[in-house]
């Protein structure tokens, strides 16, 4: 009705007007609508999107670390050559640092939006069987 209104035609109604919603939209479910299998199944959708969230990141900070340590690396190399050796293994030392530090962070600790959204549901899905009395 409202795109009748929109185009500027006026419309009258003389009687009940009764509108059918025809569109076929349902609303998604809730995690408790679920039954039992649905949940499992959902779960364990989950749990492979979170891997692949993870493979994801990891494949990252691999990228990451590996281009600090050619860099780092190759300057080390270069002052050794040269014949620095003290800042030679200052570098190499602090690369090691850095790679081990920036992994541990990235990979482990901090954890994306998507990687919090998936565990948050895991959890929920948990929660919602372990009431239930499923295992």
């Known amino acids: 009705m409202h795109d009748f209104l929109k185009a500027g035609n006026n419309l009258y109604v003389h009687g009940g007007v009764h509108i059918t919603d025809q569109s076929n939209s349902t ?3 809730t995690l408790v609508q679920y039954t039992n299998e ?3 199944k959902e779960w364990q959708d989950r749990k492979q ?12 900070c691999t990228a990451i670390c590996a281009c600090v340590t050619v860099v780092l690396g190759g300057l080390g190399v270069w002052y050794y050559v040269q014949g620095n050796v ?3 293994s200052l570098l190499i030392g602090l ?10 962070q990235y ?3 901090d954890k994306n939006d998507v990687q919090q959204a998936h565990i948050d549901k895991l ?3 948990e929660l919602i069987l372990r009431e239930r009395g499923v295992e």
């Open 107 to 109: 990979v482990v600790i």
């Open 38 to 40: 649905e949940l499992y």
């Open 27 to 29: 609303q998604p479910k």
């Open 86 to 88: 003290m800042l030679s």
């Open 49 to 60: 999107r979170l891997s692949r969230e993870k493979k994801h990141k990891i494949k990252r």
């Open 123 to 125: 959890r929920e899905i």
């Open 95 to 104: 690369d090691s640092v850095f790679v081990g530090l920036f992994a541990l």
